[in-house]
Each structure stands twice: as C-alpha cells, then as structure tokens.
C-alpha cells in the first residue's frame, strides 16, 4: 500500500489484520482459548509485568479480538478501541472507568433505554448525578453545567425519533470546559459518520447493529485515545469483565467486510420508503433525517453523509389498530435491534424505550404512537408491499366497526 490514508472501504476489510504464523490464511483464524501458555516461569512474570509484549488470559486481551479493535479504531480514526461483550458494557466501561462518586454527567434526553436506565437509575446509586438536556445549544449545556461536571453522553441521531445533535457544538463545549466527550455512533457506524472529526474525545457502539450486520451476535466496541482505552482496559473491563467473546468478535470481522456496501443499501433503501411513508395519509410524521422535512436534514452531507436506515413515524390510530398494524407484517419482523439484513419493526413505548416512565417519556418525546422500522437489505418494492397491506387492515378493521381515529394511545 502506498503512502495515501486508504478508504473506508479498504479499512474495512484489511485494517488490523496481523499477518504472521497464521499459515498464510486469507481469513485470520479464530482464537478460541481462554488462555495462553508461556514459555516459563520469567516469561510470564514478563507479560504480568507489562514488560513484554504478549496474551495472557483472554479477558485481558486475545488475538482476534484485537484485529476487531484495530480495525474499529482505522474506522473511527482514533487511536484505539476496546471490544466490549455487549453496547451496553461499551456504554458502562466508557462511563464508569472516568467518573466516580460525587461527579456529574451532562446526557441527551431520549436517549437508548438501558442507557438512559444505567445514567438515571445505576449512577446515583454510587453518587454520581445527571442531567438529560435537549442539546440544541450551548446556553442549554451552559446551564446544565456545574463545578463538577466531568462528562457529556451524547447519541445522534438520537433514537427513535432521530433527532440529530450538533456534534461540533458538543465537541467545542466540552474542550472549553475540559469536559470528556462520549459519543453513541451505533446509528450511523463509522461509515456514516466519524465523531473524531468534531474533537468528540470517545465513540462508543453497539456492535449488535450494523457493524456485525447479521443478527447473530451481541457486542460492543469503545474507540478512543490510547491512554483512556488503557484505562478502560486496565478497570472496569478488567475489574467488572463485560470484555467480549473470540468468537463474537471474529463473526463482527466478517460482517465488517461488508459494512460500507451495507450501510450504502440501508441508506438507500431507508430513503425510499421513508418518502413513501411520507406520502401515506394515515402517517402524522415521518422521522428520517434523510427527509427534507426533518429537523436533522441540515446535517446531511457534513456531519452525516447519509442518514442511516432507521425511521421513526407517527400512526394516525388507535391503540388497538396500531396494534393490528404492526400484527399485519409479514416480511417484517415484530423485534427490537437494528441494522440486519431482516427488516424489523417495533414500538418504542412499549418496548426499547419501556425502561422510561410513561411521564419520562412524554418529556423525551417518544409518543405512544411511534413505531420504530429498521430498514434491511430486502427489496424496496417488498417492503413497501407490506407496509402497504398493513396499512389496508387498519381501512377493513375500521369498516368492519364503527371505530373511529384518533391518536393512537
Ligand atoms: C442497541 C443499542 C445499545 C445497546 O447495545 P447492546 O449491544 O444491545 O448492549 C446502545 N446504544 C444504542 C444506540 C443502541 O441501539
């Protein structure tokens, strides 16, 4: 390779391959050992010691999950990255290895469920406080501010109502306040969208989603300076051990191959029937950044270059015949998660987003209207289709009685 940064594409497949003693093999080999032998007894006091490199244990560190971090850290265009057994222990590792009792943390309202629910029901356990604000600018962030604010969690676009946050904002308030920045990158995946380039200090994701991309793996990945993952690494995932398995993490180098003709698809796709949702008189409102309708289009070629495969819409139902809707799919799958190849459709309130009361989310803007649609790799016409003939069983329901409409909830 020549001296020229390669594309994303290229990174995709070829970054944090280590080329020795596997045999030539096209394909790096899968490291499924708990733990590795030393030569003798000085050598692996010498590994303990930090004073040789080298594996020790797999919690501690292994082969193939190293190729993944390489790889995660090209993409984000960071220094490095720790593989995570779930997005969750990737928000937890990321959060609690720098905060402790008595600080404060600055998040976005609306954010993922479990993340809302460790941030407003885990941290004060251990005396750490929070503060959910709307983000949309810095007199917001500037009152939320206190003399012990360490942290800003920030998730743009922001699920599900895909509300996109100004990265450069967030990056720029926290350097003047020398405040670490963690950004949720799950929805746009470093195809989409590098958080680096706004001065955001860590990206975390759920590599359940696009990244691994086939649905058969749960995982997570932190991307950061080298200094904060040696502290994550060397703490909390250590000490708490939310690290991933080999085997995940070599099926997320498979599905990483394919992540940029993926993604470009998700886009597209999304795109398409997001305008066809538009169109649609039983929606009230499409959520879809792609659309010029939305609030989060502005960002759409800067921050973003596409606007991912999710959308969000408002039903003009009942509660039961929002129901009957989502009961009507047939190639899309009634489940939460998102970025596979299956289409899947789900309702926020009820589901993701139940860990909020129904007052906290109200506050954060998730009507009990919402259904969520992430958007796979099947054909456009197929799915609209479906969507279509959902919507007929809401027309033959309401013809059957004498039901009328109203807001669904
Ligand atoms: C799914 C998700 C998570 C949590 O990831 P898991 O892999 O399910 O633990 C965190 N953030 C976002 C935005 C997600 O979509």
Same mark, same amino acid.
């Given at each position: !390779?020549?001296?020229?940064?390669?594309?994303?594409?290229?990174?995709?497949?070829?970054?944090?391959?280590?080329?020795?003693?596997?045999?030539?093999?096209?394909?790096?080999?899968?490291?499924?050992?708990?733990?590795?032998?030393?030569?003798?007894?000085?050598?692996?006091?010498?590994?303990?010691?930090? %004073?040789?490199?080298?594996?020790?244990?797999?919690?501690?560190?292994?082969?193939?999950?190293?190729?993944?971090?390489?790889?995660?850290?090209?993409?984000?265009?960071?220094?490095?990255?720790?593989?995570?057994?779930?997005? !969750?222990?990737?928000?937890?590792?990321?959060?609690?290895?720098?905060?402790?009792?008595?600080?404060?943390?600055?998040?976005?309202?609306?954010?993922?469920?479990?993340?809302?629910?460790?941030?407003?029901?885990?941290?004060?356990?251990? =005396?750490?406080?929070?503060?959910?604000?709307?983000?949309?600018?810095?007199?917001?962030? %500037?009152?939320?501010?206190?003399?012990?604010?360490?942290?800003?969690?920030?998730?743009?676009?922001?699920?599900?109502?895909?509300?996109?946050?100004?990265?450069?904002?967030? =990056?720029?308030?926290?350097?003047?306040?020398?405040?670490?920045?963690?950004?949720?990158?799950?929805?746009?995946?470093?195809?989409?969208?590098?958080?680096?380039?706004?001065?955001?200090?860590?990206?975390?994701?759920?590599?359940?989603?696009?990244?691994?991309?086939?649905?058969?793996?749960?995982?997570?990945?932190?991307?950061?300076?080298?200094?904060?993952?040696?502290?994550?690494?060397?703490?909390?995932?250590?000490?708490?051990?939310?690290?991933?398995?080999?085997?995940?993490?070599?099926?997320?180098?498979?599905?990483?191959?394919?992540?940029?003709?993926?993604?470009?698809?998700?886009?597209?796709?999304?795109?398409?029937?997001?305008?066809?949702?538009?169109?649609?008189?039983?929606?009230?409102?499409?959520?879809?950044?792609?659309?010029?309708?939305?609030?989060?289009?502005?960002?759409?070629?800067?921050?973003?270059?596409?606007?991912?495969?999710?959308?969000?819409?408002?039903?003009?139902?009942?509660?039961?015949?929002?129901?009957?809707?989502?009961?009507? !799919?047939?190639?899309?799958?009634?489940?939460?998660?998102?970025?596979?190849?299956?289409?899947?459709?789900?309702?926020?309130?009820?589901?993701?987003?139940?860990?909020?009361?129904? %007052?906290?989310?109200?506050?954060?803007?998730?009507?009990?209207?919402?259904?969520?649609?992430?958007?796979?790799?099947?054909?456009?016409?197929?799915?609209?289709?479906?969507?279509?003939?959902?919507?007929?069983?809401?027309?033959?329901?309401?013809?059957?009685?004498?039901?009328?409409?109203?807001?669904?909830?």
């Amino acid at each position: !390779m020549n001296n020229k940064q390669p594309h994303q594409d290229t990174v995709c497949i070829h970054a944090g391959k280590q080329k020795d003693g596997h045999h030539g093999a096209l394909t790096s080999p899968l490291y499924q050992t708990s733990t590795f032998v030393f030569d003798n007894a000085a050598q692996g006091a010498a590994r303990f010691a930090g %004073e040789e490199p080298g594996y020790i244990y797999t919690r501690l560190g292994n082969p193939t999950v190293r190729e993944l971090e390489l790889k995660m850290a090209a993409l984000e265009k960071m220094e490095d990255a720790a593989a995570t057994a779930t997005g !969750m222990a990737a928000v937890s590792g990321a959060v609690l290895s720098f905060l402790e009792a008595g600080d404060h943390i600055i998040a976005c309202k609306a954010v993922y469920g479990c993340t809302y629910a460790l941030l407003s029901h885990q941290l004060p356990k251990w =005396g750490i406080e929070v503060t959910f604000v709307d983000m949309d600018n810095e007199e917001e962030l %500037e009152q939320a501010l206190r003399s012990n604010t360490k942290m800003v969690f920030a998730e743009t676009p922001i699920n599900p109502n895909l509300k996109v946050l100004d990265l450069e904002l967030i =990056g720029d308030f926290c350097e003047k306040h020398d405040l670490i920045s963690v950004v949720d990158n799950t929805f746009m995946s470093p195809m989409l969208q590098t958080p680096v380039d706004y001065g955001i200090d860590i990206v975390i994701h759920s590599a359940t989603k696009y990244l691994n991309g086939h649905g058969d793996v749960v995982a997570g990945v932190i991307v950061s300076s080298k200094e904060r993952i040696e502290t994550i690494k060397l703490t909390i995932l250590k000490d708490v051990g939310g690290t991933i398995s080999p085997h995940d993490a070599w099926l997320i180098l498979r599905g990483l191959k394919t992540l940029p003709i993926r993604v470009e698809r998700h886009c597209k796709s999304a795109l398409t029937i997001a305008e066809y949702l538009e169109s649609h008189p039983m929606v009230a409102e499409v959520y879809y950044p792609g659309l010029k309708s939305h609030q989060g289009y502005k960002f759409i070629g800067s921050q973003m270059k596409a606007a991912g495969g999710v959308i969000g819409f408002e039903l003009m139902a009942t509660l039961e015949e929002g129901q009957a809707f989502i009961d009507a !799919m047939q190639l899309f799958s009634i489940a939460v998660s998102l970025g596979d190849a299956e289409s899947l459709i789900q309702h926020p309130a009820s589901m993701t987003h139940s860990p909020y009361t129904q %007052e906290e989310r109200l506050a954060a803007g998730i009507s009990d209207g919402l259904i969520r649609i992430s958007i796979g790799l099947e054909s456009t016409d197929d799915l609209i289709a479906d969507l279509q003939q959902a919507f007929d069983r809401i027309v033959a329901l309401r013809s059957d009685s004498v039901s009328t409409a109203g807001n669904w909830g």
